[in-house]
């Protein structure tokens, strides 16, 4: 059966009507993935046994006239996520054998609506890095290129939705890592505001920038997804108590009369020839759609990228402690006593970007470094939030490019690390904001890469910037394009 190019909402039509099963939807997903993971490497762990079990009850469920939002639809998540009795590795070899005890609050939450988790995601370690790379399992490669990177952090959730593995999934976005990788592969992904989604239970990188997001073909069902997880939980004391709205009422509403900020910060000269000839493209179009464009300016972005490495890597040093061969996870000892312990199973179960980064952020943190590095990284984040404040003022939203150029190669930054840094310059300040951002298809490279639109919104406006990105995607042709497998 081919189900990839069906959406969502198309999927929920054939199920209300009898017309397709979720056990039959699921067997065909479960065997795309079977026929395409080998050359993607999108998965790390596929839950097939689960996933029809929970199929062959939506099935029943929706025999009795019981569907909820996602009844019977396939997805899968980022194995960043904890999920009851089924391996959660985050990437890691420190986590190879850890089965989570609970379900993550996101996860209670798709399984509420009717979801059928079809299996964990890969991505890079921890969540940290752009490219997908940096993970024990493996790196992932980009459909649209085999020999050029997803994205990262959630590199698995883009490739996947590329792929027509699954219609839709679940990633994280510390500093662009759902955003990043749906504009490399051409798929829509959302960041919502901080707080929007419950964290509880997904594994922290840094606590005051991890945001959970989803990840799908198209915006209807991507604004579907973030109805199906956001809102408040008691359990995460970082969620924020205030009404989730209905995301697919006003989708169709357009952006006559809206205003549009073009942070000229965004639009500097290393920028990629073919992004920026897309982006102009796309701006175009918003004016041919009754959008009024206006030049602003956010005059800290040239220090987000420093003080977001300093705030992520300082607590990553303080979340990632926890990993100690003691109480969960993998441990190595050569009883050589307790300090030797931890230092055998942090070696051998970290790999190097992960250790790098904790070693710079216990540095940033340490004695008489605390002052000139966390602490001014956190009052230069004030200003950046203020920047955003002063912009939202003045227009509706912003729109800049996602990423400085196309997917790049496998293997093409991973020795340089500043670099690798530098892919997420247009993302970063959105998270150090706490405001919500949206990369939607607008182009492709002269090489067939795809390219990605960047919509940032005023911090709970997800429901604005998915109308935006709607009235782009209908009138154009991007969202249509899959890649060859």
Request: charged share 20%; net charge negative; hydrophobic share 40%.
């Amino acid at each position: 059966m081919k189900f990839q190019n069906l959406t969502i909402q198309e999927m929920r039509q054939k199920l209300k009507s009898g017309d397709l099963t979720s056990v039959e939807l699921t067997r065909a997903c479960l065997a795309r993935i079977k026929a395409t993971d080998s050359q993607l490497n999108a998965f790390i762990t596929v839950c097939e046994e689960e996933a029809l079990a929970a199929a062959a009850i939506a099935d029943q469920q929706l025999a009795a006239g019981n569907a909820e939002l996602l009844t019977g639809i396939p997805v899968a998540v980022k194995d960043i996520f904890n999920t009851l009795d089924v391996r959660t590795t985050c990437g890691s070899k420190i986590l190879d054998n850890y089965v989570s005890p609970y379900d993550a609050t996101a996860i209670v939450k798709l399984r509420q609506q009717g979801a059928v988790i079809v299996g964990k995601l890969n991505m890079d370690e921890f969540a940290m890095g752009s490219s997908s790379e940096n993970s024990a399992a493996g790196a992932v490669r980009n459909p649209w290129d085999q020999e050029r990177v997803p994205g990262g952090s959630s590199g698995g959730s883009a490739a996947a939705v590329a792929a027509g593995q699954v219609v839709a999934t679940l990633g994280t976005d510390t500093g662009g890592s759902v955003r990043q990788p749906a504009s490399h592969c051409g798929v829509v992904g959302l960041k919502p505001t901080y707080g929007r989604v419950s964290r509880y239970g997904v594994i922290a990188f840094a606590s005051s920038l991890d945001q959970v997001g989803p990840v799908a073909g198209n915006v209807e069902d991507c604004a579907l997804m973030l109805g199906a997880v956001a809102g408040y939980d008691p359990a995460d004391s970082t969620s924020v108590d205030c009404p989730v709205p209905d995301y697919l009422e006003n989708l169709q509403e357009g952006v006559a009369g809206k205003k549009i900020g073009l942070p000229k910060e965004y639009f500097i000269d290393g920028l990629d020839a073919d992004i920026k000839q897309a982006v102009d493209a796309a701006i175009a179009t918003y004016r041919q759609l009754g959008a009024e464009i206006v030049e602003v300016t956010l005059p800290h972005t040239d220090y987000s990228v420093a003080c977001y490495y300093l705030i992520a890597m300082a607590e990553a040093s303080s979340n990632l402690a926890r990993y100690d061969g003691v109480r969960f996870g993998v441990r190595k000892d050569n009883g050589e006593g307790l300090i030797g312990m931890y230092q055998q199973t942090r070696s051998a179960g970290f790999g190097d970007e992960v250790k790098r980064r904790i070693m710079l952020g216990t540095y940033a943190l340490s004695s008489g470094y605390y002052d000139a590095y966390y602490l001014k990284a956190q009052k230069v984040r004030t200003l950046i939030r203020q920047d955003f404040q002063n912009v939202f003022e003045q227009v509706d939203f912003l729109l800049t490019p996602v990423a400085p150029t196309p997917a790049f190669k496998i293997g093409e930054k991973v020795d340089d690390p500043l670099q690798m840094y530098l892919s997420d310059i247009f993302t970063i300040p959105t998270n150090l904001a706490g405001t919500c951002g949206l990369s939607l298809p607008c182009g492709f490279s002269q090489e067939g890469l795809p390219i990605g639109l960047q919509l940032i919104g005023k911090p709970f406006a997800e429901a604005e910037i998915l109308q935006a990105a709607y009235a782009f995607e209908q009138a154009t042709d991007w969202a249509n394009k899959v890649p060859t497998l």
